[in-house]
């Protein structure tokens, strides 16, 4: 599991892992400052310095659970 602080590195992980991002509602719009300044870089795989919000919002991989 990783916990989403917006600037923190997704290290840690091997290539293909499946891994849950746990992201608070509050990071979860289009103010976030990994959509406004588009950190993200690559695409399947994402380079580690990639926001998570912004590879959810690109990917269009966002699941809620209550």
Do not use: N
């Not at 976030?32 to 690109?58: N, Q």
């Amino acid at each position: 599991m990783f916990a989403y602080e917006p600037g923190k590195e997704f290290e840690g992980f091997s290539a293909g892992q499946v891994v849950r991002v746990e992201v608070e509602a509050k990071h979860l719009t289009q103010e976030s400052v990994g959509i406004k300044e588009r950190r993200i870089w690559g695409d399947d795989p994402y380079a580690v310095c990639s926001d998570m919000v912004a590879i959810a919002t690109h990917t269009v991989l966002l699941i809620r659970t209550p």
